[in-house]
């Protein structure tokens, strides 16, 4: 097996060589944002890191989840982001790559590995199978079913099945029923076919991301029913995705505890055997307010402001999706401007006239060239969506321990010692 090395376009800070003592001193003392930025003055995009709110997002996950939580890695690999997560007790990892099965199990040797890409690379299956221990496969059609069983060479008991159902466009933002799942006729068939070689067997499905609305699931456990019903096949997988939502400026979702009360009510309807595991697999709900952009405004022209960062970097939400997030504005040299907010676009830094974000973001209205502005909720599908499009691909990372710029409907924040 070659060794490839990952490549990241974000690098954390250097500091000059700390012992251990000193870099748990400094963890205990993290600034916030604002002193980091006032310090750091940065000339790149910073990517801000809370690792105390992830790992109390993870925490508060697992404690209301009635079963095994699978962290949807796609949605932040970023080491320090997987360590937190480990932190507030993740020890399951939903993976789509061998890249991603790698990272994990480079990072944790215990951890357990899910293989959740209905359509693989054969060589990543082997790999996956016989380097690192991962035993648990899904697919939505025959010819994938018939991959697996080659690259696992006849593993049967040991092997773990899991057939992704379709689902009708649902309560989601962002759509994700287009391109994998297995329709209830086909899903009876592959369920049938995968009891038949496998140790273990099971279902999976995916509301889509953002996903606001509680019934979704409901909805989507019902389809379940009926395809459990039609095979004839107890399950023993039920995962539940991910899709659990954040709050963005213009969203408040409902709490995670009325996602869990529809899950646990769409359950108590199927009446599964008690050796059903029931597995989810969020990404967005245990990351994205843990996470902070900081920005520098490079240039404005009315109600345009030019910065360093875009829909090539890790706004590419705030382009064609239309998201808006929550802003602050950073001043060096005096205490950040207290008057009227008003709405902006940005404009990324790339010459392609598509990347500019319409938000609109609110901001004090004399935001000007050289202030810096903390965009929250970044720490999904922010990061890893990077490129190196047109030279902007450098940025740093550092660790900060300052609340999000939202907090999370129904979480309580722990509060800080003194
Ligand atoms: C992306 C993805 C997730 C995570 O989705 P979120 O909306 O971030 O919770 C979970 N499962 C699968 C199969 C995915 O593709």
Known sequence: ??????????????????????????RNQLPGVVETVLAE???VPMHCLRPTVLTQAAERFLGLFPGQVLYAVKCNPAPAVLRALWAGGVRHFDCASAGEVRLVRQMFPDARIHFMHPVKARPAIREAWEWHGVRDFVFDSMDELAKILEETSGAFGDLGLVVRLALPKGGAVYDLSGKFGAEPDEAVRLLRAARAVAGRVGLCFHVGSQCLDPAAWERALDRVGQVIARAGVPLDILDVGGGFPV??????????????????????????????????????????????????????????????????????DAGVPGFRFPCRLIRAGEVAPINELVPFSFFGPTCDSAD????????????REGDWIEIGQLGAYGTCLRTAFNGFDQAVMVDVSDRPLLETPGYQPVEQAA
């Open 1 to 26: 097996m070659s060794h490839m090395r990952f490549r990241s376009a974000v690098t954390p800070i250097r500091r000059s060589f700390e012992s251990r003592r000193d870099r748990d001193m400094r």
């Open 247 to 316: 709050s963005y400026p213009d969203v408040t979702p409902p709490p995670l505890e009325d996602f869990i009360a529809a899950i646990a009510h769409g359950l108590t309807r199927l009446n599964l055997p008690a050796f059903t595991e029931v597995w989810c697999e969020p990404g967005r709900a245990l990351v994205a307010p843990a996470q902070s952009l900081v920005v520098r405004i490079e240039g404005r022209r009315g109600d345009h402001l030019f910065i360093n960062d875009g829909i090539y970097g890790t706004l590419s």
């Open 356 to 367: 500019r974000m319409k938000g609109p973001f609110l901001l004090p209205a004399d935001a």
């Open 41 to 43: 003055r940065p000339s």
